[in-house]
C-alpha cells in the first residue's frame, strides 16, 4: 500500500468514526425566537441537534518550493476560507442544523431567522503529498484556526475558535479535525452559544463554561469532526507567474462535536490498535 492510499484510509476512517460519534448539542441564543416550536431543550433553547451542514469557498496557495515550475509533492499550502475571504455569509455558512426544524417539531428557534452563523479560517498550513492523475494536489494539514462568527442582522460576532489539529484533502474532500478553543475571545455573549446534550460539568454544559472550568488535567477535548465535498465545477486551478498555483473551490459537507469521556478515549484507541493489526496480518499475508 503506497503511502498516499494509508494516509487517504486513516484519514477518512477517523472522519467518519468522528461523525458517526457525534454528541447531542444544542444552541441557546437567550431569547425565545420560536414560542411553538416543539422538542426545544428550554424556551430559549433550539431542539438536540447531531451534525450541521456547512457550505464555503477556499482559496490555497501552493509554493514552488523546490522550483520544479509547477506542482509537486513536497510543496507547502496555505489555505484562506470563509467568511470575507471567499465572499460573504450566503456563500459561507452553517447552512442547517440536524435533525432540521419540520413545522413545529425539531426546533431552531430563530437559527437562520432570526441570527445566523458564519466562520472564517486563516493560515491552513499544509503539505503536497501526492498529484492525483486530473492534476489536483492532495494535502496534509497541520493547524490553522476557523474563528466562528454570530451575525445577528446589526453585528457580527466572534463566539467560538476551532483549532484545527489534522486533516487533509484529496482533490475532492476535505477532512479537517480539532477542538473548540476559546483562546482570545474578547465578546463573551454568545461564547455559550453551543451546550454539549451529553455533558456538564460544575452545573453547566455551556462549551465556553466546560472549556474553562473543567479541563483542568488538559485531557478533556470538545472535539470537532468534519468532512467536505469540494464542487468541482466551481473549481479552478491557476499556474501563477513565480511558480506557485492558486487552487480555488466551493464545499459542501457537514460537522460534529464530542466529548469522549476517558474510557471512550481507551475504547477508540484499541480499536485503533486492533485495526492495525488486522492491516498488518493482510499485509504479511
Known amino acids: 500500500m503506497t503511502n498516499k492510499f494509508k494516509l487517504a484510509w486513516g484519514g477518512a476512517l477517523l472522519a467518519v468514526a468522528g461523525l458517526a460519534h457525534a454528541d447531542p448539542f444544542y ?4 431569547v425565545n425566537y420560536d414560542p411553538t416550536g416543539l422538542g426545544k ?3 430559549t433553547c433550539t431542539s438536540m441537534k447531531d451534525q450541521f451542514t456547512i457550505t464555503y469557498g477556499s482559496r490555497t496557495v501552493v509554493s514552488d518550493t523546490d522550483s520544479s515550475g509547477g506542482l509537486s509533492v513536497g510543496d507547502t499550502t496555505n489555505t484562506v476560507g470563509g467568511y470575507g475571504y471567499t465572499g460573504g455569509i450566503d456563500v459561507n455558512s452553517i447552512t442547517s442544523l440536524k ?14 431567522s432570526a441570527y445566523y452563523l458564519t466562520f472564517s479560517f486563516a493560515n491552513l498550513a499544509g503539505v503536497v503529498t501526492s498529484i492525483t492523475p486530473s492534476g489536483l494536489p492532495v494535502v496534509v494539514y497541520s493547524g490553522g484556526l476557523i474563528q466562528m462568527y454570530l451575525y445577528n442582522g446589526s453585528s457580527t460576532i466572534n463566539f467560538m475558535n476551532i483549532k484545527i489539529t489534522t486533516g487533509f484533502i484529496d482533490g475532492v474532500g476535505t477532512t479537517l479535525n480539532g477542538e473548540a478553543d476559546f483562546t482570545g475571545i474578547s465578546d463573551l455573549t454568545y461564547a455559550n452559544l453551543f451546550h454539549s446534550g451529553t455533558y456538564s460539568c460544575n452545573g453547566s454544559s455551556g462549551f465556553y463554561d466546560i472549556w474553562k472550568n473543567c479541563n483542568t488535567t488538559g485531557d478533556l477535548k470538545i472535539n470537532f469532526a468534519s468532512h467536505f465535498d469540494s464542487d468541482l465545477n466551481h473549481t479552478t486551478v491557476t499556474p501563477n507567474p ?15 462535536f464530542a466529548i469522549p469521556e476517558p474510557a471512550s478515549l481507551a475504547l477508540a484507541g484499541l480499536s485503533l490498535v486492533g485495526l492495525a493489526g488486522i492491516r498488518r496480518r493482510k499485509n504479511a499475508a
Open 27 to 30: 444552541l441557546d441564543a437567550g
Open 41 to 43: 431543550v428550554c424556551s
Open 99 to 112: 435533525p432540521k426544524q419540520v413545522f413545529n417539531t425539531n426546533s431552531d428557534n430563530g437559527f437562520n
Open 242 to 256: 513565480d511558480g506557485s498555483t492558486t487552487i480555488t473551490s466551493q464545499h459542501n459537507g457537514q460537522a460534529s
